[in-house]
């Protein structure tokens, strides 16, 4: 499957300098938006978030999709939609979309559930569940020894002996090997407790706001992190959650929908399997 995510938040990164914008260039073609975005799903903030700074992953995805058209373009080049079995093939699954698409349609959860009573509710439910872990603010200074173990062991060992009483964002950014972070003076903001290097966390544990620790030895290299803030542990509020929340209480609801009208539809026209014969659409041999 193509990543369709990643490439509808790179459509909606590039800045518009016209109605619509030229996005890349297949062999002489010129390609716009609008030429890719039928192909494009839905993505959230938070997808959106984080591919935004990732450019290489979304020009990428914008490869994947033009790729994909150049594919139909050869296997419609070759008549290979006008074969029997794929004239088959394409009707099934257009059956099942267009199903699909009127199931959701008339399925749909109103635009104004839930209301702010029902997300409390829900909330003061699953408020003992809600719980934040600790979380860092931190900075680093990574030395790599991809290229030459011992001079970045010997980088480290000098650097370890004017960290703790240094500038440490000049440090990062005389000294780094990663560039983005060393940009902004070793800044990787907020980290939760348990998405950081389980080395590295171990370091942390029970140290206090302004405490730098390192080096720290990984695979890659050494790594020197300071403590900029942290959060302790705590119930998430109302309104950190409340979207999780909602989009819960919506997916519930039309769950519940599908459910509830597929039960009236199987209502209206029972049906009844021929079990004896029911084995014979799968035996060796058995055409569709």
Known sequence: MLPRAAALVLLAALPLQANDPVIARAGDKDVTASQIKPYLGEVTQAQRDALLQNPAALSRAVRSVLLQQQLLAEAKASDWDKKPDTKALLDRVRDAALAES?????????????????ISALYESRKDTLRLPRQFRLAQIFIS????????????????????????????????????????????????????????????????????????????????????????????????????????????????NRQAYLERLQAKSPVTINEIALPGLISTGTTP
């Open 102 to 118: 009127f199931l959701e349609s008339v399925t749909a959860v109103p635009a104004d559930y839930p209301s702010d009573a029902e």
């Open 145 to 256: 020894s991809s290229e030459d173990p011992a001079k970045a062991k010997s980088e480290a060992d000098s650097l370890a002996a004017t960290i703790k009483t240094g500038d440490f964002a000049a440090l990062a950014k005389a000294h780094s090997d990663e560039p983005r972070s060393a940009a902004n003076g070793g800044d990787i903001g907020w980290l939760t407790e348990d998405s950081i290097q389980p080395a590295i966390r171990e370091a942390l544990a029970g140290a206090a706001k302004n405490t730098t620790i390192g080096p720290v030895a990984l695979g890659d290299g050494f790594y020197f992190v300071k403590i900029l803030d942290l959060k302790e542990p705590r119930t998430a509020t109302l309104e950190e959650v409340r979207p999780q929340l909602a989009a819960a209480l919506r997916q519930e609801r039309a769950a519940l």
